[in-house]
């Protein structure tokens, strides 16, 4: 019998355990640098984000409704065409008015006559409707919505007639944040706006998207919004009119 | 860092089934770097003891000498250790002795590569399990609205998959592992086999012979046979 060889247990055989934190810190720094080139390849096959589409919206007027003094539809004034960020196409928005209210006391001039001014609005957004008066059974035939601002002044209704419905001058457009753009969104709102003699605007949303997010930023924008008061035989009157706002997300 | 933080954030995409897929990944890398480093250390035979047993004839003393210098970790050392010191016992019984011993070495080099097969078979169930959820959130978007852009229901889809790609790498990984350690594993149970024949021959002959057997020098040519 050769009893020169010493065999150890089979328990000391082998010591996983006794290398197992530097094996698993060695393990975890390998497995992140595979997953980084994972990663990376899988970044590198990935198609690149389509640039996002500006947002289509469209301002379209209410038939009129009663026949009475027309309104000056409001249209934007100037879309910011910016690729990257939503806008309102600014197609041609005119807004009839749908009850005539009745003439406010004539504005009195600082000498104490009526103030009769004929005297050209104040600057009209371009691209806007036609200007050849919308008459309405009153025979007040303002020019429909924007195209106030382009009327030939050759109807009663014209730029530069007597007769003009209130129309905007300031319109900005309400931008709509990238976040909404998320979903798809297919929806009509319609604003009421009163609009004194004095030209005071104030405006609510008679009918609202399912966003309430969204009714606040186009209240907002359409809050801004400045008009040229109504005109009747040269008189500045007080009127109203409803805008029906279409907004596509697409 | 910056590369990193992407890397997260893009696994991030594939849901809830990814943290699971990476901690498989990582157990799967453990085990493999743990038996790299046991294989390295266990089963190294030196050309010189290979040569030595090869050869026709050869002194009981020059291998003990040599089993020694192996050390008590090396699986050979413990193989043909079994079968020198027992020499003086019968062949048969010597040669059980040496196939237990190549079990409990076959048992031990073979720890954690039934968790290396397990990965190998539940990364890729795990991957398409997350893609499917996944997919269900994405389709989701459909039901939800009437108005759907295609592109986030496209892009839902493409960051499900994620977590097929990963069970799919994390498979692949231990597959590779798997399977280079098994073969390595069987070569040297089969080399191990081989030379245990050869002494349970020696061990027949000397006591055959009454223990006179003549030593005869190792032969160098020996030596180029023998690798693991």
């Not at chain 1, 209410?62 to 309104?71: I, N, W």
């Not at chain 1, 030209?199 to 186009?218: C, D, F």
């Amino acid at each position: 019998m050769n009893d020169t060889l010493h065999l150890p247990p089979l328990a000391d055989f082998d010591h996983p355990w006794r290398r197992l934190p530097w094996v698993t810190a060695v393990a975890i720094a390998l497995w992140i640098a595979l997953l980084a080139a994972f990663t990376f390849i899988l970044q590198g096959t990935e198609p690149k984000p389509s640039e996002l589409r500006p947002l289509e919206a469209q301002i379209i007027e209410l038939p009129p409704e009663v026949g009475g003094l027309a309104g000056g539809g409001a249209a934007p004034a100037h879309a910011a065409a910016t690729p990257s960020k939503p806008k309102v196409a600014p197609p041609p928005p005119p807004v009839v008015h749908r009850k005539k209210l009745a003439p406010p006391p004539l504005p009195v001039s600082p000498n104490g006559t009526a103030t009769t001014s004929t005297a050209a609005p104040a600057p009209v957004p371009s691209g806007a409707a036609s200007g050849t008066g919308n008459e309405g059974s009153s025979g007040v035939g303002g020019s429909a919505g924007a195209g106030a601002g382009t009327g030939s002044g050759t109807g009663p209704g014209g730029l530069g007639s007597d007769n003009l419905g209130a129309h905007a001058i300031y319109a900005p457009v309400p931008e709509i944040p990238d976040d909404l753009r998320e979903n798809a969104i297919q929806t009509v709102a319609v604003a009421h706006f009163t609009v004194t003699y004095d030209g005071v605007a104030t405006v609510s949303l008679m009918t609202k998207t399912e966003s309430p997010r969204l009714n606040q930023i186009i209240l907002d924008a359409l809050k801004q919004w400045r008009f040229f008061p109504a005109m009747k035989n040269g008189v500045a009157i007080d009127s109203e009119f409803d805008l029906k706002i279409p907004i596509t997300v697409q | 860092m910056n590369e990193l933080r992407l890397a997260w954030e893009a696994l991030s995409y594939g849901g809830a089934m990814v943290y699971p897929l990476l901690l498989l990944g990582a157990l799967a890398l453990v085990i493999m770097l743990d038996r790299a480093v046991a294989y390295w250390r266990c089963l190294r035979l030196p050309e010189e003891v290979g040569g030595l047993i090869e050869t026709y004839g050869f002194a009981w003393k020059d291998l003990d000498r040599e089993i020694e210098q192996l050390g008590p970790r090396n699986a050979y050392g413990r193989f043909l250790g079994v079968i020198s010191s027992n020499r003086d016992h019968p062949a048969w019984w010597v040669e059980s002795r040496a196939g237990d011993e190549a079990g409990r070495i076959e048992k031990t080099m073979s720890r954690g590569l039934w968790i290396l097969e397990t990965v190998v078979t539940a990364a890729p169930l795990m991957g398409l399990l997350g893609t499917i959820t996944g997919m269900m959130q994405a389709f989701q978007v459909i039901g939800g609205s009437g108005l759907v852009a295609p592109t986030r229901v496209t892009s839902g889809v493409a960051q499900a998959l994620i977590s097929t790609a990963l069970g799919l790498l994390i498979a692949l990984i231990a597959l590779f592992g798997f399977n280079f350690f098994s073969r390595a594993q069987s070569q040297a149970l089969d080399h191990m086999e081989r030379l245990g024949s050869k002494l349970a021959d020696h061990i027949r002959l000397d006591q055959e012979s009454g223990g006179v057997r003549s030593v005869h020098p190792v032969h160098e040519a020996g030596k180029d046979r023998m690798a693991l």
